[in-house]
Every structure is written in C-alpha cells, then in structure tokens.
C-alpha cells in the first residue's frame, strides 16, 4: 500500500503545532473525550507498571509495521511532546510491509533486532492491509484464503507477541479499521480475530481501530462524531488516515498507557476510560 504522500508531508509542517478542533474542543482533549464512557460502560483496570517513569528516565515505545503504523509512529511522536509525556517514541512502521512477505521484509528477524537495539517498554503494531495474499515461507508458499493460511498468519503476529512478551515489552496489537475497498475490508474484517487471538494469547494487548473508526457491521466510513463537531479520520484513498485520524488514534493510545502507568505523566491526567471491545 503507498503512503498516502500529501498526508506525510503535512506531518513535516505540522509535527510541532497543535491541532485545535473547530469550535470549543482542543485537539489535545481528542482521545479522553472519544474515550469516556457513556451509560453503562465501566472502566478499565490499572496495569501496575515494572518501574516508575520520569523526564529523567523516559519509557521508549517502538512503533513498527506497515505504512498505516507509520502515520500513527510520527503523531505518537507528537502528541507526547505536546502533552509533555514521559515517553520517547521511536518509529519504524516501514512502506508496503505486513506479515504474508517475509521474502519482501521480514517483520519477525527485524523485529528481534529492533527490541535488542531500542529495549523499548512498549510496542505498538499494525498490520493487515498489505497481507491480502499468500504467505511466502522457507517451506513454500501457504495460498491465500485457506486455514492453512489463518494458521500461518496467527502463527507470525504471535511470534512476534510472544518475543515483546519475554523480552518484558508490553505489546499493542492495532485491529485495523475497515477499508473503503470491498474486498480489503473483507480481509481486514477476517483478521481482526487473528489479530486479537495472537495478541491476548501471549501476553498483548488487542487495542481494536473498529470502535472508533467504523460504521455498523465494519464498514468503512470517512468521518467520526465528536459532540455536535464532524471530524474527518479517514484519507481520500479509503485506506489511510488524516492528519486527525492519526491523531486521534495516537491520543487514544496514549491515554490507555498513561491510565496503565500513572508516572508517564508529568502530572495526573483526570481522564476517565471505558473498555474497547
């Protein structure tokens, strides 16, 4: 998939300046707002972090995977920044890449890697929107839309869980958000179990895009509803995100590890949470 090209130069102008929404609500208020429970939603319970994070002594996150990861890497950059996080945030979500072509880029060798060089205590990842088609392995090749392949596919995303798992990085597995092409949305519909099996079977988190970025049944749809404001989330090639969607993503992110580590905060942030299902 290519980077969608005018969304990633806009970042260079960008990656400094806030975001403000129209109206009354700033951009940095985006994620706790789209996460605060409505009716009967309850909160989450929080993680107890290994060890306490400071400005002294940051935490790193590793943001790796296809180019979707890319958009989402360089505005966790920013909004930690903005918001004055404990937080280092490295990004290698890398052009055209998934789990099917290890032949093309080996995400799990390079993976390994990248937690050796960067010891991150987290990891973000998204994969699925290049992964439409066969696996390639050593042993050959596992066609397309087959168990086999689910087998291969989960086998891959868990892998690499596992690895962060051991290596003592908690891991966030992005569900990808429906794709305004039919058949891509029907992939991406189908791996989003895999995806979360993998995760929540080895130590990850499932952390679902569907929620925030659907409409009903999976299906694709440009905009989300903040209050009486529209915010467009989805780029003009069905696939990628805006400036806004990226960012709201990034914020929805950052508000999920700072209610699991507190000390990711300069200061307490009085945000409420509900559970993604």
Same mark, same amino acid.
């Given at each position: 998939m290519q980077r969608f090209s005018k969304v990633r130069?806009?970042?260079?102008?960008?990656?400094?300046? @806030?975001?403000?929404?129209?109206?009354? @609500?700033? *951009?940095?208020?985006?994620?706790?707002?789209l996460t605060r429970p409505e009716g009967n939603a309850r909160a989450l319970p929080v993680a107890q972090p290994s060890r306490r994070f400071s400005a002294e002594?940051?935490?790193?996150?590793?943001?790796?995977? =296809?180019?979707?990861?890319?958009?989402?890497g360089m505005l966790l950059i920013q909004r930690? /920044?903005?918001?004055?996080?404990?937080? %280092?945030?490295?990004n290698r979500g890398r052009n055209s890449t998934g789990l099917s072509r290890g032949d093309f880029y080996d995400w799990p060798g390079n993976f390994s890697q990248m937690l050796a060089a960067t010891r991150p205590d987290f990891t973000v990842a998204h994969f699925g929107s290049n992964d439409m088609q066969s696996i390639r392995t050593a042993e050959g090749t596992v066609p397309f839309q087959t168990e086999a392949w689910d087998s291969a596919y989960k086998a891959r995303a868990s892998g690499i869980v596992?690895?962060? *798992?051991q290596a003592g990085t908690l891991f966030y597995m992005l569900g990808p958000a429906p794709d305004r092409n039919t058949n891509l949305n029907a992939h991406l519909d189908h791996i989003n179990p895999l995806l979360a099996q993998a995760a929540q079977e080895?130590?990850?988190?499932?952390?679902?895009?569907?929620?925030?970025?659907?409409?009903?049944?999976? @299906?694709?749809?440009?905009t989300t509803q903040l209050g009486d404001q529209t915010l467009t989330i989805r780029s003009g090639d069905g696939s990628h995100f805006t400036i %806004?969607?990226? /960012?709201?993503?990034?914020?929805?992110?950052? =508000? =999920?590890?700072? %209610? %699991?580590f507190p000390s990711l905060a300069p200061a307490p942030e009085q945000l409420t949470?509900?559970?993604? /299902?």
């Open positions: 130069r806009a970042f260079g102008l960008m990656l400094l300046a @806030t975001l403000p929404v129209a109206g009354c @609500t700033s *951009a940095q208020d985006l994620g706790q707002l002594a940051p935490a790193t996150l590793l943001v790796i995977g =296809d180019s979707l990861s890319d958009g989402f930690a /920044q903005a918001r004055g996080l404990h937080l %280092r945030v490295v596992a690895e962060a *798992a080895n130590g990850g988190i499932y952390f679902p895009l569907e929620p925030h970025a659907s409409g009903e049944g999976f @299906t694709w749809v440009p %806004r969607g990226y /960012q709201m993503v990034a914020d929805l992110v950052l =508000d =999920d590890l700072v %209610r %699991r949470f509900i559970a993604l /299902q």
